[in-house]
């Protein structure tokens, strides 16, 4: 919900994202969207195309009622640097599930009714709502205008909560206090700093499902020639391990296998600062990471790690460096790879082996 106390406190970039916004309905009027193999194709202005992130939408995840909003999704998802379109495909989720209709009843002293595919009540929209889309309407109920407002009025926030977190009048993570400002308010975030709702979370938790996972953009989560498979999914001698084992030295670089979002990343036994062994439970330092259209991944045993949940990872990106902390007996990785997640489940595990051979990722097999 955009909450109407956010009216009386946004900075002044209101001004220059509305001229920027102005600038962009004339490339919109030549945008054409279309879906391919689940994907956003875009026929656009050099200049715009450059702008696209190399994240790309699912656009098989949004509902065929609203596909036709697509082009107004990725303009809104590349409004500023800080947001992309499958984060607010995940806020349109949340909000309303795509439900242009959608009204959430509020008393007047909260800002009245919140409205739209977007959940904007009155007094926010006087100030970030217009006609984007020239169509003599101008209204939340408009889910084109709505869209195109949720966009403007998030890349401010995320103006304002950088500002106050450098002044130190907020901590934490930017696109979070964002969030939560546009579901409270400004005011509601200022007056508890250090504590987030739960908004930011649900907003982080369907990101993954609007996220497109790409067969190209598929790597070795180790360098080539750096391990050595020492188990496999599921054989006979271990019928419940859920993904393979590739044996390596400590502190060898483990890479995401492909770009997506960190589910968690912390430390999964009773203690991680340490090597573990046989008889410690749990996968000690652990990632995983959620690439949408329900594939995720896990790495496990690491001894330190270079991402924090909700992070955007890229194929490739180092996340953190092999260990043998948890149930180890030895410096690996142990890959997993499931399929219908999250949640990552052992129901869900699917051998990587398999499923890399089919993304055209060879991991060697051991000679046995």
């Known amino acids: 919900m955009a909450d109407m106390s956010d009216a009386s406190t946004h900075s002044t970039t209101a001004l220059a994202a ?7 309905l004339a490339v919109l009027v030549g945008l054409v969207g279309f879906i391919a193999s689940g994907a956003v194709a ?3 202005s050099p200049a715009l195309a450059e702008a696209t992130p190399s994240t790309q939408l699912n656009v098989e995840a949004i509902p065929p009622h609203a596909r036709h909003l697509v082009p107004w ?17 995940a806020q349109i989720d949340l909000e309303s ?23 904007f009540q ?37 103006s304002w909560a950088g500002e106050n977190v450098d002044a130190g ?20 975030v200022l007056s508890t700093p250090g504590t987030v709702s739960d908004y930011p979370r649900q907003v982080r938790a369907r990101i993954g499902k609007y996220t497109l996972a790409t067969a190209d953009a598929w790597r070795l989560p180790l360098r080539e020639g750096s391990y050595e498979l020492v188990s496999r999914f599921r054989s006979p001698n271990r019928p419940n ?25 912390g430390c999964t036994s009773p203690y ?46 180092v996340i953190a460096w092999v260990g043998s902390t948890g149930h180890s007996s030895g410096p690996h990785l142990h890959f997993e790879v499931h399929r219908g997640a999250p949640p990552l489940r052992s129901a869900n595990a699917i051998d990587p082996l398999a499923f890399m051979d089919s993304v055209g990722v060879h991991i060697p097999r051991d000679p046995h």
Do not use: K
């Open 122 to 158: 009155l007094g926010t929209w006087a100030t970030w709502g217009d006609d984007y889309d020239r169509d003599g309407r101008g209204v939340p109920e408009d889910p084109e205008d709505a869209i195109s407002a949720m966009g403007r009025l998030m890349c401010d926030l995320v």
């Open 18 to 24: 509305g001229t920027a916004l102005t600038a962009v």
């Open 272 to 317: 991680c600062d340490r090597p573990g062994n046989e008889d410690l439970p749990g996968c000690g330092l652990r990632v995983n990471i959620d690439h949408g259209n329900g594939i995720a991944t896990r790495y496990c045993h690491a001894v330190r790690l270079n991402v924090t949940a909700g992070a955007h990872v890229q194929a490739g990106q």
């Open 169 to 188: 009048r907020l901590r934490g993570d930017v696109l979070d206090l964002a969030w939560a400002a546009y579901f409270c308010g400004r005011g509601c």
């Open 73 to 89: 999704v990725v303009r809104a998802g590349t409004s500023c640097a800080q947001l992309t379109p499958p984060m607010i495909a």
């Open 97 to 119: 599930s795509w439900n242009a209709e959608a009204v959430a009843h509020n008393r007047p002293a909260s800002g009245g009714d919140a409205i739209g595919i977007a959940q």
């Open 241 to 265: 391990h859920d993904g393979v084992d590739l044996a390596a030295p400590s502190g060898t670089p483990i890479y995401a296998a492909a770009a997506g979002v960190v589910l968690d990343a």
């Open 42 to 44: 875009l026929a656009m």
